[in-house]
Every structure is written in C-alpha cells, then in structure tokens.
C-alpha cells in the first residue's frame, strides 16, 4: 500500500507542470523507478487512475523504465552495475573487494509526460 502516497506525490508533481504550461491532458506519464523500489508498476497505475480522475491526467497512462542497481566499491571506488538476487553477496567486479556503496537503485523519478 506505500504506493498510493507516492503516487500521490507523483500526480501532484504532474498536475502542477501540466497546469503552469497550459496542458489540456496529460497522456502519459513515463517513470524511472530502481529495481531495488518494491514498488508494483500494476499498483502505481491503479491508484494513478483512482486519484487522477476529474483531472487533468484522468485516463494517462504510466510508462515505467526500471533503472539498474549500481554500486561503488568501498575498496577501489570503482562503480559497477549489480543484480537484484545477488544483494547479499556484493563484489567488486574490478578488483574482487567485498561490499560497496549504493549510488542508486532505489530511485523513482518522472522521466517525461506526453501532453496535448
């Protein structure tokens, strides 16, 4: 359920750029969201349609692009991408060194809105 406030929070992002650029609809609303976000693209788009009717985006449809997890190493500094099943396990891929820092993966982000 942690998706309805953040999907809250996206709407009012949405409403506010499409409002002060004159946009009579938005379509559709691509997002960037990290593989490590629990968040459940079927659930952003049903409490999108939910909290977005009698808007200017009721009916736009959410894209959603799931960036990678990336890491830094603590050893070298290295930065590298990293799989979601291998979390517990993190080694450097350059010089073998044994967990790292996340520099993202847990993101979400709006990417672009397409408008009329």
């Given at each position: 359920?942690?998706?309805?406030?953040?999907?809250?929070?996206?709407?009012?992002?949405?409403?506010?750029?499409?409002?002060?650029?004159?946009?009579?609809?938005?379509?559709?609303?691509?997002?960037?969201?990290?593989?490590?976000?629990?968040?459940?693209?079927?659930?952003?788009?049903?409490?999108?349609?939910?909290?977005?009717?009698?808007?200017?985006?009721?009916?736009?449809?959410?894209?959603?692009?799931?960036?990678?997890?990336?890491?830094?190493?603590?050893?070298?500094?290295?930065?590298?991408?990293?799989?979601?099943?291998?979390?517990?396990?993190?080694?450097?891929?350059?010089?073998?060194?044994?967990?790292?820092t996340l520099l993202s993966g847990r993101e979400y982000t709006i990417k672009e809105m397409e408008v009329e």
């Amino acid at each position: 359920m942690h998706e309805l406030p953040i999907t809250e929070s996206i709407l009012k992002i949405v409403l506010k750029h499409a409002e002060a650029n004159g946009v009579r609809k938005v379509k559709t609303v691509h997002l960037k969201i990290g593989r490590l976000s629990d968040l459940e693209d079927e659930w952003i788009q049903r409490y999108f349609n939910y909290l977005s009717k009698g808007t200017l985006a009721e009916g736009a449809k959410i894209g959603i692009e799931r960036t990678p997890i990336v890491m830094r190493c603590n050893g070298c500094s290295g930065s590298y991408e990293w799989e979601l099943a291998k979390m517990d396990d993190v080694i450097c891929p350059a010089c073998g060194g044994k967990g790292g820092t996340l520099l993202s993966g847990r993101e979400y982000t709006i990417k672009e809105m397409e408008v009329e």
